[in-house]
């Protein structure tokens, strides 16, 4: 039906007739020329049709914003001073011989060639116009130059595409399972995975060797900001290969995707304990763009009478740390109780602050509610291993180690944001040597990575203080955001017991649950390892788009539906008969009778 995309007709086609097809962005009437923006996926070009062409003209008159057309035309020079070099096709345009119309179209249910913020839920309803806009379309373009660049590195390092069931048993990866219930087996459920961990590591053991799958992977998570029910992921999966070598290559895959996609050269990608990444950026994920580092106070707090900083200091479970921010004196009062506010989000009880104005006079140049309770000596200890200098501001926080971790970690990447204190605009890395466990509030312990995760270290020494191992995990960051994560597994039967039994899983349900991985590992399972990335996350910050929901086509909203579709939806109770379910909804949930 048509010779050339709109967007991409160029000068080199001057003089020539070509046919086009697509939506009419704009028409503009110039008494006695009608100008038709037509657009595709390449983008727009400008057609004109004049009252020569009696019948074309008049079916030009009448077409309206996003008709379907076929044009016939000659394509020819812009006129002097008509040229428009911020478009493609700028250059020149298309004299319109036959206008045909192939479809038309209602009023769209927002402007596309002048839009205005419309909302997200108009936009998702109509997700099909919204993906006409160029804005979306361009991301999902780009998004598809992303695995395709993915596949092409990954073909060439020897790794096989292999599709693992949707249909399963349950993946442990710390959230809640989607379940499907089985018509043929009443009462039993399957559960969508929330990652191929364990048949990729089947695969390994059955020889497959390198494996990767652009994966759709399910978890039912309270609905924090920005994650997808359904979200996709980059899997692999490697045998042979530790994590030096995995992390080398996998550097290798994203480093030449910045490059060729974006002409970016990302660099080195520093490898960082996570214990330091929590001392210095409070976080398992720093954003290393910014300068600001936090730096622990405690010893020189612990004895002190001010019992808000004693207190923390003394309490092996508590942290009083300081993060001082250059130049931060001149912020106002308004805006750091702003800050106060913010780190409260955190749990944080309060944002406590010193202003160093005048140095050379001592505690007397320290502007701050707190000094009077340090003490001169504590307070000027405090600035001098901060290094602190006059016009800088120094924010504190003390309470439980996690809360000042998450509170000044945060507040690190906010100022970085507001303060623009950016030093680079790309800052990837590496965050290693994790612990394996994390403690619950029960008491109990929860693997930090996945079960599968092997440990830094023997069984016996494993089983003689969990809470100290580290494991072999790997999270490549990328802006203060996880790009992916992985590890090397556990290939040996007896270390994946004992895991098992410090997570608490007794013998009878690893046997149940696990029985097909602990049977794999007794026939030879090589030694492995692999991450995922979240695809939808890497072409966010490629994209530069404010949230994931962007680069989907068609994602859910903030609470998990689908407002194009109606999704998820009631279904007759034949079907649910059919499936042994009765539905007892909570009282606040039944509908009002
Ligand atoms: N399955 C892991 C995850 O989804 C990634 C990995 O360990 O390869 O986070």
């Not at 020329?33 to 070009?45: C, K, N, Q, S, Y």
């Not at 559960?191 to 399910?218: E, H, N, T």
């Not at 989000?345 to 707190?370: C, D, F, H």
């Not at 693997?447 to 100290?468: G, M, Q, R, V, Y």
Request: glycine share 8%; net charge negative.
């Amino acid at each position: 039906m048509r010779s050339h995309y709109c967007g991409l007709v160029n000068e080199k086609l001057v003089g020539q007739e070509v046919t086009i097809c697509g939506w009419v962005h704009r028409r503009r009437d110039h008494g006695g020329v009608i100008f038709l923006d037509m657009r595709d996926r390449e983008g727009i070009a400008q057609v004109v049709v004049d009252p020569d062409t009696e019948q074309s003209f008049a079916t030009a008159e009448r077409v309206r914003s996003e008709f379907v057309l076929q044009i016939k035309g000659i394509v020819r020079d812009r006129p002097e001073g008509t040229i428009n070099d911020d478009m493609r096709t700028g250059k020149i345009e298309i004299l319109g011989k036959d206008v045909t119309v192939l479809n038309a179209a209602e009023t769209p249910p927002f402007p596309l060639d002048d839009y205005n913020d419309v909302g997200e839920d108009t936009r998702l309803k109509y997700r099909f116009m919204d993906l006409r806009r160029p804005e979306m379309l361009n991301k999902l373009i780009f998004r598809s130059k992303v695995t395709s660049h993915i596949r092409n590195f990954l073909d060439q390092n020897g790794f096989m595409d292999v599709e693992t069931p949707i249909l399963t048993r349950a993946t442990p990866e710390g959230a809640r399972d989607y379940l499907v219930p089985s018509r043929t087996h009443g009462g039993n459920f399957f559960a969508l995975p929330q990652s191929p961990q364990l048949f990729k590591q089947l695969l390994m053991v059955s020889g497959v060797d390198r494996y990767y799958q652009i994966a759709k992977c399910f978890r039912d998570e309270d609905l924090r900001a920005d994650r997808q029910p359904e979200f996709t992921q980059v899997d692999l999966e490697m045998s042979y290969m530790d994590e030096n070598a995995i992390m080398t290559m996998m550097e290798g895959a994203i480093a030449s995707m910045f490059k060729e996609l974006l002409d970016v050269d990302l660099g080195a990608f520093p490898r960082m304990p996570y214990a330091e990444a929590m001392n210095k950026y409070g976080s398992d994920k720093p954003d290393l763009r910014i300068p600001l580092e936090i730096i622990d106070v405690a010893d020189l707090m612990a004895s002190i009478d001010f019992k808000v900083f004693a207190g923390p200091a003394k309490d092996p479970k508590g942290r009083v740390a300081a993060l001082k921010v250059p130049g931060g004196a001149k912020l106002s009062r308004k805006q750091i109780d702003e800050y106060t506010k913010f780190v409260g989000i955190y749990g944080a009880r309060g944002l406590a602050w010193i202003k160093v104005n005048e140095l050379e006079k001592g505690t007397e140049g320290l502007q701050s509610p707190i000094v009077k309770f340090l003490g001169d000596d504590v307070a000027l200890a405090i600035m001098d291993r901060l290094g602190a200098q006059n016009g800088d501001i120094v924010f504190f926080g003390a309470d439980k180690a996690k809360i000042v971790n998450e509170a000044l970690g945060a507040l690190r990447c906010k100022l970085g944001e507001d303060l623009d204190l950016y030093t680079c605009a790309w800052a990837p890395m590496w965050v290693v040597d994790f612990p394996m466990f994390e403690e619950l509030d029960d008491g109990g312990l929860t693997a930090i990575h996945h079960p599968f995760t092997a440990p830094s270290c023997s069984p016996s020494e494993l089983k003689d203080n969990p809470a100290a191992a580290l494991s072999r995990a790997y999270d490549m960051v990328l802006n203060g955001t996880e790009l992916g994560g992985g590890s090397i597994r556990i290939h040996d039967g007896a270390m994946q017991s004992t895991v098992f039994d410090i997570l608490g899983i007794s013998e009878a349900e690893q046997a149940n649950k696990f029985g097909f991985l602990l049977d794999a590992l007794k026939f030879g399972c090589p030694p492995h390892g692999g991450l995922a990335f979240g695809l939808d996350r890497l072409v966010m910050l490629m994209t530069g788009a404010s949230s994931i929901r962007e680069v989907i086509a068609f994602p859910k909203t903030q609470s998990a539906t689908c407002v194009l579709t109606k999704a998820p939806g009631e279904v007759d109770s034949k079907q649910l008969r059919e499936l042994s379910i009765r539905v007892r909804l909570p009282e606040s949930e039944k509908p009002e009778s």
